[in-house]
Protein backbone atom coordinates (compact mmCIF):
# COMPACT_ATOMS: atom_id res chain seq x y z
CA UNK A 1 0.00 0.00 0.00
CA UNK A 2 1.32 3.10 -1.40
CA UNK A 3 2.39 5.66 2.11
CA UNK A 4 1.42 9.38 1.57
CA UNK A 5 2.67 12.55 3.32
CA UNK A 6 1.54 16.11 2.87
CA UNK A 7 3.03 19.04 3.54
CA UNK A 8 2.42 23.08 2.97
CA UNK A 9 -0.54 23.93 4.67
CA UNK A 10 -0.42 26.90 7.20
CA UNK A 11 -1.99 29.95 7.66
CA UNK A 12 -3.07 32.53 5.70
CA UNK A 13 -4.78 35.84 5.07
CA UNK A 14 -7.82 35.72 2.89
CA UNK A 15 -7.38 35.79 -0.94
CA UNK A 16 -3.76 34.21 -0.11
CA UNK A 17 -2.34 31.68 -1.35
CA UNK A 18 -0.62 28.23 -0.77
CA UNK A 19 0.43 24.90 -2.58
CA UNK A 20 0.07 21.41 -0.71
CA UNK A 21 2.24 18.33 -1.66
CA UNK A 22 1.83 14.95 -1.35
CA UNK A 23 4.90 12.99 -1.72
CA UNK A 24 3.84 9.01 -2.29
CA UNK A 25 6.25 6.12 -1.30
CA UNK A 26 6.11 4.35 -4.54
CA UNK A 27 5.97 5.27 -8.30
CA UNK A 28 2.72 7.37 -8.86
CA UNK A 29 2.36 6.50 -12.83
CA UNK A 30 0.38 3.47 -12.65
CA UNK A 31 -2.18 4.74 -9.96
CA UNK A 32 -5.41 5.64 -11.67
CA UNK A 33 -6.52 8.39 -9.17
CA UNK A 34 -4.74 10.74 -7.25
CA UNK A 35 -6.78 13.28 -5.03
CA UNK A 36 -7.29 15.96 -2.48
CA UNK A 37 -10.19 15.64 0.21
CA UNK A 38 -10.95 17.66 3.19
CA UNK A 39 -12.70 17.88 6.01
CA UNK A 40 -13.82 21.11 7.96
CA UNK A 41 -14.50 20.91 11.75
CA UNK A 42 -18.04 19.37 12.67
CA UNK A 43 -18.15 18.47 8.90
CA UNK A 44 -17.75 14.84 6.91
CA UNK A 45 -14.74 15.04 4.26
CA UNK A 46 -15.40 16.40 0.83
CA UNK A 47 -13.08 15.82 -2.34
CA UNK A 48 -11.54 18.91 -3.38
CA UNK A 49 -10.06 17.69 -6.44
CA UNK A 50 -8.96 14.58 -8.55
CA UNK A 51 -6.05 13.93 -11.38
CA UNK A 52 -6.05 10.27 -13.33
CA UNK A 53 -3.26 8.98 -15.38
CA UNK A 54 -4.95 9.92 -18.03
CA UNK A 55 -4.73 13.60 -17.17
CA UNK A 56 -8.31 14.60 -16.60
CA UNK A 57 -9.05 16.33 -13.91
CA UNK A 58 -12.10 17.30 -11.60
CA UNK A 59 -12.78 19.66 -8.77
CA UNK A 60 -15.65 20.66 -6.36
CA UNK A 61 -18.01 23.43 -7.43
CA UNK A 62 -16.28 25.71 -4.80
CA UNK A 63 -12.79 25.32 -5.43
CA UNK A 64 -12.94 25.72 -9.42
CA UNK A 65 -11.20 28.72 -10.92
CA UNK A 66 -9.60 29.21 -7.58
CA UNK A 67 -7.58 25.58 -7.21
CA UNK A 68 -5.52 23.70 -9.61
CA UNK A 69 -4.86 19.75 -8.95
CA UNK A 70 -1.14 18.39 -11.02
CA UNK A 71 0.82 15.12 -10.69
CA UNK A 72 4.67 15.08 -11.30
CA UNK A 73 4.77 11.23 -11.86
CA UNK A 74 8.77 11.61 -12.25
CA UNK A 75 8.85 12.66 -8.54
CA UNK A 76 5.86 10.63 -6.81
CA UNK A 77 3.72 13.81 -6.16
CA UNK A 78 0.51 15.65 -6.21
CA UNK A 79 0.23 19.00 -5.85
CA UNK A 80 -2.84 21.44 -5.60
CA UNK A 81 -2.33 25.18 -5.73
CA UNK A 82 -4.74 26.90 -4.33
CA UNK A 83 -5.36 30.78 -5.05
CA UNK A 84 -7.90 33.26 -3.93
CA UNK A 85 -8.30 31.32 -0.10
CA UNK A 86 -12.19 32.15 1.58
CA UNK A 87 -12.12 31.22 5.33
CA UNK A 88 -14.44 28.49 4.16
CA UNK A 89 -11.80 27.04 2.76
CA UNK A 90 -10.32 26.39 6.29
CA UNK A 91 -10.22 22.26 7.05
CA UNK A 92 -7.54 19.03 7.22
CA UNK A 93 -6.56 18.40 3.63
CA UNK A 94 -6.16 14.95 3.08
CA UNK A 95 -4.02 13.29 -0.11
CA UNK A 96 -5.41 9.97 -1.55
CA UNK A 97 -4.32 7.53 -3.58
CA UNK A 98 -6.68 4.35 -5.35
CA UNK A 99 -7.27 2.68 -8.43
CA UNK A 100 -10.84 2.29 -8.46
CA UNK A 101 -13.09 4.92 -7.57
CA UNK A 102 -15.59 3.34 -5.21
CA UNK A 103 -12.59 1.86 -3.34
CA UNK A 104 -11.20 4.07 0.08
CA UNK A 105 -7.51 4.11 -1.06
CA UNK A 106 -4.63 4.92 1.07
CA UNK A 107 -4.67 8.08 2.59
CA UNK A 108 -1.99 10.53 3.88
CA UNK A 109 -2.13 12.46 7.78
CA UNK A 110 -3.81 15.36 6.42
CA UNK A 111 -1.99 18.82 6.30
CA UNK A 112 -4.05 21.80 8.00
CA UNK A 113 -4.69 24.99 6.56
CA UNK A 114 -6.32 27.78 7.97
CA UNK A 115 -7.64 31.01 6.16
CA UNK A 116 -8.08 34.00 8.87
CA UNK A 117 -7.22 37.86 8.94
Known amino acids: QVQLVESGGGLVQPGGSLRLSCAAS????????MGWYRQAPGKQRELVAV???????NYAYSVKGRFTISRDNAKNTVYLQMNNLKPEDTALYYC???????????WGQGTQVTVAS
Open 51 to 57: TTNGGTT
Open 26 to 33: TNIFGIVY
Open 96 to 106: NAKNVRAASGS
